[in-house]
């Protein structure tokens, strides 16, 4: 190999060589889904940006510590600091515990990974499981005389901070700036500063996730988890944040000003940001109604899909794009992915069925650096999709007796494309073995079954015509449902 990794820091906002700060060891942080609804796909996206970036290092020879998070308190709508808590307020809703929608949406949120073929981290640790560390966190920071408590409730004093540290070095915006863009302090809340943040907040008595602190009962603010968990597993500072682009300007500018007043250290060398998903050129969202699910699209259960597309279609698709670009999701696109994937899969098939020539016409070395060149450029998995692209035409054209390799030549080129499309990519063999039929029918009729305690007929009937089509069969019965293949 002779290219170096660069990797884009957010921090400095150019590539740099990548340099762990204990070689091989590399510590790496990326915040996990906040598990009181489905995982959406834009998170989708970035965890499988971040699996990518995570196989890269494993194959490079680096020893990964992966820790993802599970965000199961103290997440308040809107990311303000007031409003009711996500998980409460979704309890009321459903009449379940809060801990029960959270085990509903985590599993529901393996499921998916799973599908997707992401590596699951090393570490997954959650907010409620991590009270403690939060809470001594917050101690620290008191006694570093950047926070302050308000009848039960703590808030992290950012003018102050601001005096000695950059508070906007993530983004590079102007303090100023951000203090005339921030609403007047309103009647509700005690905060000395308008950008000030809750690092512990008061639980109301109706508050269903409360933990007892210094400052009465309470529970932790949003963003205080991420720099308390990181700083347990990784230390006061690691190699690789990362997290959606969404998440630069608040929850991560916070995180660094909560590390740095506790630990007095930058908690990060670099911070790496996956870009957003549109879909037919506009924001995916939910209220705009061109927001869909994963298991939406492995069904094609949504008026803007035009079929059910697979989830390693999805994930191909996902990586036919740089994880630092936006992402357009269009049935054009995905027809043309599917495609792709198809090709290139057949072709790694025939990879053991090539002949042996005494000679080569074809030099697969240079494919090699170029595979590793467009991968040590930031991660730049389009550019690798399309070398390997190349090969799909060499390896077709040697099948077909019109170019030739020699045994040398052949070995290489199995080697290579095994481990990119398989080790690196992550993709998998669509053609299903009986087990991830099994694994996916379960989380159908799971979807189904909610559909119909929620009496969305058109769903669940919409599900079992589907299937039909696909050549399975439904059968319900008190004991549940069981499927067939007709
Ligand atoms: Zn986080």
């Not at 190999?1 to 990548?18: A, C």
């Not at 929608?101 to 990974?113: A, D, N, P, R, S």
């Not at 991968?375 to 090969?391: G, Q, R």
């Not at 030549?409 to 990519?425: I, P, Y």
């Amino acid at each position: 190999m002779d290219s170096q990794l660069q990797v884009y820091n957010t921090l400095t906002r150019q590539k740099e060589v990548f340099k762990p700060i204990n070689p091989p060891l590399v510590g790496m942080y990326v915040c996990g889904p906040t598990v009181y609804s489905d995982v959406h796909l834009g998170n989708c996206r970035t965890f499988v940006s971040f699996d990518l970036i995570y196989r890269y290092l494993q194959h490079l020879g680096y020893k990964v510590r992966y820790v993802r998070n599970i965000t199961d308190a103290g997440h308040l709508e809107g990311d303000r600091d007031e409003g009711d808590d996500k998980f409460t307020k979704k309890a009321k809703l459903e009449q379940l515990e809060p801990m029960e929608i959270v085990q509903k949406y985590t599993l529901g949120f393996h499921e998916v990974m799973r599908l997707f073929n992401t590596l699951p981290p090393n570490i997954e640790p959650s907010a409620t499981g991590h009270i403690t560390e939060q809470i001594e966190m917050v101690k620290q920071i008191i006694d570093s005389g950047l926070a302050y408590e308000v009848n039960g409730t703590v808030y992290f004093e950012v003018e102050k901070y601001s005096k000695d540290q950059n508070y906007t070095i993530l983004t590079n915006r102007e303090l100023d700036d951000l203090l005339a863009n921030t609403r007047e302090l309103g009647g509700q809340d005690d905060k000395k500063g308008r950008l000030d943040f809750a690092l512990w907040i008061k639980a109301k008595p109706e508050h269903l996730m409360r933990w007892p602190s210094p400052w009465g009962w309470g529970f932790p603010g949003w963003h205080i988890e991420c720099s308390a968990m990181s700083k347990k597993y990784l230390g006061d500072t690691f190699d690789i944040h990362g997290g959606g682009l969404d998440l630069a300007a608040t929850h991560h500018t916070n995180e660094i000003a909560q590390s740095q007043a506790c630990n007095h250290a930058e908690p990060a060398k670099y911070w790496m940001h996956t870009n957003m998903l549109t879909v037919n050129g506009t924001r995916m969202s939910k209220s705009a109604g061109n927001g869909f699910l994963p298991f939406e699209l492995f069904t094609g259960d949504h008026p803007l899909l035009s079929r059910a597309y697979s989830p390693m279609t999805v994930r191909f698709f996902m990586l036919q794009a740089h994880y630092r670009s936006t992402l357009d999701f269009s049935n054009e696109a995905l027809e043309a992915s599917d495609k792709g994937f198809k090709r290139l899969m057949s072709a790694v098939h025939l990879l053991d069925k090539l002949p042996v020539a005494g000679s080569s016409d074809y030099n697969v070395q240079d494919l090699s650096k170029r595979c590793y060149a467009a991968m040590n450029d930031d991660f730049n998995s389009p550019v690798l999709i399309a070398e390997l692209f190349e090969a799909v035409r060499v390896i077709n054209s040697v099948y077909d007796g019109k170019s030739k390799l020699d045994q040398g030549s052949l070995d290489q080129l199995q080697q290579l494309m095994k481990a990119m499309v398989f080790d690196v990519l992550g993709l998998q063999s669509e053609e299903k073995s009986e087990g991830d039929l099994t694994a996916i029918m379960d989380l159908l009729i799971r979807l189904r079954d909610e559909a119909k305690a929620k009496q969305d007929y058109a769903t669940s009937d919409q599900i079992r015509m589907s299937l039909q089509e696909l050549g399975i069969q439904l059968k319900d019965s008190k004991s549940g449902t069981t499927w067939d293949k007709i």
